[in-house]
């Protein structure tokens, strides 16, 4: 096979290899038979406009009109012309497909379903790399830059997963790149004709040995980089510190099942608020009227976080169903406990665009237009296919469950399935979060006391403070720190307490959604972005899932979880505080009430968000921040690493002193390495097979040099002449005047991109790999031949020994 194919090949299966990485981000991964065969499509055509040979700019175009003749086909068959050629609703065709894969990458969780957007962005980008590959590394025989978009491709993979891309897929698209650049590299060996094992020349490890067996010394050179560089890659990630996730962050995603439906999961819906809301008032996003007479346990629920792994809560991948009507009775919920059925009808602000719609729970029934679908597990409608509540009206019928304190204590456990899903707790909580369950619920003789007095013990008697400046920090500490220093915010006592409920075996989850909101003069209901809330769910038997409130001075405490009074009464929960008002005025509040989640999101304003930037030491550590930024300073100093030792060698080669006839020599010899290197540089391969007169008068052709320049370089290889052949040497003078003439003709007469080249990666910094490389083999050898010696000494005694004994 010639070079070229074996490029060709190696190109095809870089970016094959790169590509399995996005793998694991759809399902099924049916895509990666369209993305191969493609492919083969656009390799194929750039290797027979090759052989003709074309152009490299038509080549190029060629490989991309074919590429898009094959998505078209593949994608648009039926509005293309005769099928194939792409026409205005074949362009149509795909910017709806583009931009249903735009919608549907921010909508659905990892594994993604296999929807026709998606599949015509993720086979699409795998060629547009393919194509930058095959033109880096074949077209333009440069395998090195080639890397760059196939990083770009993994990189997006790894991106997307959130950062849980395995090693494998990462060890995959290093051995592509690596099988890559071996290709180009027995190509280019190939180049230089037949190599002859004679004995190897000092200072030039690139030759064979006399018996011809190891392979050339720049390919064992390239191998053993190539391994050692990806053990680093895989090694040195696993030792060093990592930017977790905290208590209150995370990203979703995780393991989950494919409904026909589709799946998703949101950790934060919070999260995307449309930057108008991104204001330091408060500003309205949701208006709804109710004939419900008492609307303080009227919360608007966005989405349930039901997954605790210790350092964060997350919202599980689940099915996604179309909408139905009614909706189904909610889980748990018995027909002892008193109900009644609420409506409201509700009105989005145009600035307000989430993909989670704000309802009562339980909802019973929805009347919405436009692309909703239904979460069965939490209840939840979510948009589809770039679905938002953006200026969206709808009517959501929804159940006033009233269950007393007596049902709640006496309900029966929980279905085994439920128990030991929403009591999970990760192994690495810290221990003093049951200590402290246990200790505030002692004397508790069922689950409601327990969640009764968790609830009790963080609103009023646990002496904890409402503040919206606190950090409690990240980690898996988090909630130690918190339970210690007893202040914070909604997300605070809410993932606190779910924590702890789990802890004692009750299921629990936390909700994040908006308080009711506060009444304007025309009994309407205004909810503002302030009003964003976050608060506890605990199971319960014939009642389902129920409200709790440990947050002080925020939000409505329940009237099944009030304390009873000595006439048997509820007594009056406290009531939020002047400062901290529970809901918004109908006039935006200059006053900075925005808890540092949401100035961390962004949701505040500029002033709120530089506000919240303050912490309680909770942050991140010293060594780590070290770590991090020395790693930053390696990969903005390592492209510049050619360049630098470039400038290295000509100032020492250059700056070289001495008055003894050695060192004139010296002097010479150094000033003409650097003129055949500076050659090298800018496109002129040196060649040590001819002497140095015909050395210069190549260079000079090469190189188009002419005048004064081209004068320099006859001036120097005469003065390697008197000092390497003249019975007395006579040593030339001016030699750094005349190597800097030589560097600006070839500046002059060469190119933009040859001279940035040369500037960047000088091709002449492979020295570094020939001199590294015969340091190795030196120190193999002499190592060997100590090893050969001590082994000799040690045979000797030992045989010694054996006839002074025997």
């Known amino acids: ?132 590959v095959d033109t880096l590394a074949v077209t333009f025989r440069s395998a090195a830059p080639a890397g760059l978009p196939l990083l770009a491709l993994y990189s997006v993979a790894a991106g997307l997963s959130a950062g849980g891309a395995s090693w494998l897929w990462f060890l995959l698209a290093a051995s592509g790149y690596l099988m890559l650049l071996l290709a180009e590299s027995r190509d280019r060996l190939s180049q230089w004709g037949r190599v002859f094992g004679a004995a190897p020349r000092a200072g030039r490890p690139g030759t064979a040995g006399s018996g011809g067996a190891r392979p050339l010394a720049p390919v064992r050179t390239g191998r053993r980089i190539g391994v050692v560089a990806m053990g680093v890659a895989l090694a040195v990630p696993a030792v060093l510190p990592t930017l977790s996730g905290g208590l209150f962050g995370g990203s979703g995603g995780g393991p989950g099942e494919s409904g026909k439906g589709g799946t998703i999961s949101a950790v934060n819906p919070l999260v995307s608020l449309q930057d108008n809301l991104r204001q330091p008032e408060d500003r309205e996003v949701l208006r709804y009227r109710t004939n419900a007479p008492d609307t303080s346990g009227m919360y608007l629920r966005l989405v349930a976080l039901d997954q605790f792994d210790g350092t964060s809560w ?60 239904y979460e069965p597990a939490g209840r939840m409608l979510v948009g589809d296919d770039g679905q938002t509540t953006r200026d969206v009206r709808y009517t959501v019928a929804s159940l006033d469950v009233r269950p007393t304190a007596a049902q709640l204590a006496a309900a029966p456990p929980a279905p085994a399935a439920l128990r030991a899903e929403y009591t999970r707790v990760p192994a690495s909580l810290p221990l003093d979060v049951r200590a402290t369950a246990l200790q505030v619920t002692k004397g508790a003789r069922n689950d409601y006391e327990r969640a009764v007095k968790l609830q009790d013990w963080f609103a009023s008697d646990g002496g904890f403070r409402y503040d919206v400046d606190v950090e409690s920090g990240t980690g898996v500490q988090a909630i130690s720190r918190f339970l210690e220093r007893r202040e914070g915010f909604c997300v605070h006592f809410s993932f ?119 912490s309680d030491g909770g ?58 290197d500076t050659a090298w540089d800018h496109g002129v391969v040196p060649d040590e097979s001819i002497t140095p007169r015909k050395t210069a008068a190549r260079i000079v052709r090469l190189g188009a040099l002419e005048g004064e320049s081209a004068d320099a370089v006859h001036r120097v290889a005469r003065a390697v002449e008197q000092v390497l052949y003249a019975p007395q040497p006579r040593p030339g003078t001016g030699l750094a005047d005349e190597v800097a003439l030589v560097g600006s003709g070839f500046a002059a007469t060469a190119s933009r991109k040859v001279r940035l080249r040369a500037l960047l990666a000088p091709r002449s910094a492979a020295r570094v790999i020939w001199r590294a490389s015969a340091d190795w083999s030196a120190l193999t050898d002499r190592w060997a031949a100590r090893r050969q010696t001590a082994t000799l000494r040690l045979t000797t005694t030992l045989r010694r020994l054996t006839r002074t004994n025997p």
């Open 314 to 373: 997350k919202s599980s991948v689940r099915p996604i169903e179309d909408v139905p009507k009614p909706l189904p009775r909610p889980d748990g919920l018995g027909g002892q406990v008193a109900t009644t059925e609420v409506t409201g009808n509700f009105v989005a602000a145009p600035t307000y665009e989430q993909k989670w719609l704000p309802m009562p729970y339980p909802a019973s029934r929805v009347e919405i237009g436009g692309r909703w679908r």
């Open 496 to 614: 606190s307490m779910a924590a702890m409920a789990r802890t004692l075996g009750i299921p629990a989850r936390v909700a994040v959604g908006f308080m009711p909101g506060s009444r304007q003069a025309d009994g309407a209901m205004s909810v503002g972005i302030r009003d964003a809330h976050a608060w506890p769910e605990v199971y319960f038997e014939g009642a389902g899932w129920t409200r709790f409130e440990p947050t002080p001075t925020r939000g409505f405490t329940p009237e099944y979880t009030r304390r009873q009074s000595p006439s048997g009464t509820p007594t009056e929960t406290a009531q939020p505080s002047a400062g901290a008002s529970a809901a918004p005025s109908a006039v935006p509040s200059a006053s900075d009430s925005c808890p540092p989640q949401l100035r961390r999101l962004g949701e505040c304003g500029p002033d709120a968000a530089a506000g919240g930037a303050s």
């Open 1 to 132: 096979m010639s070079g070229l194919g074996r490029l060709t090949l190696g190109a095809y299966a870089a970016t094959l290899m790169a590509a399995g990485a996005l793998l694991p981000l759809v399902r099924p991964a049916n895509w990666i038979f369209t993305a191969a065969l493609l492919l083969a499509v656009q390799s194929g055509v750039g290797a027979l406009a090759r052989r003709m040979p074309l152009a490299r700019p038509l080549t190029i175009t060629a490989q991309a009109v074919v590429s898009v003749l094959a998505m078209t086909l593949v994608f648009a068959r039926e509005q293309a012309l005769l099928g194939l050629l792409p026409g205005p609703e074949a362009l149509g065709r795909f910017a709806t497909l583009f931009q249903s894969g735009v919608d549907d990458v921010g909508t659905f969780a990892i594994p993604a379903p296999d929807t026709a957007g998606i599949r015509l962005m993720v086979v699409g980008g795998v060629l547009v790399i393919g194509l930058l």
């Open 619 to 676: 942050g991140i550590d010293p060594l780590t921040v070290v770590l991090v930024s020395l790693g930053v300073a390696v990969v903005v100093l390592l492209p510049l690493t050619p360049l630098l030792w470039r400038r290295r060698v000509r100032s020492r080669r250059l700056g070289s002193s001495g008055r003894t006839a050695e060192d004139a020599v010296a002097r010479t010899l150094a000033a003409w390495q650097e003129i055949v």
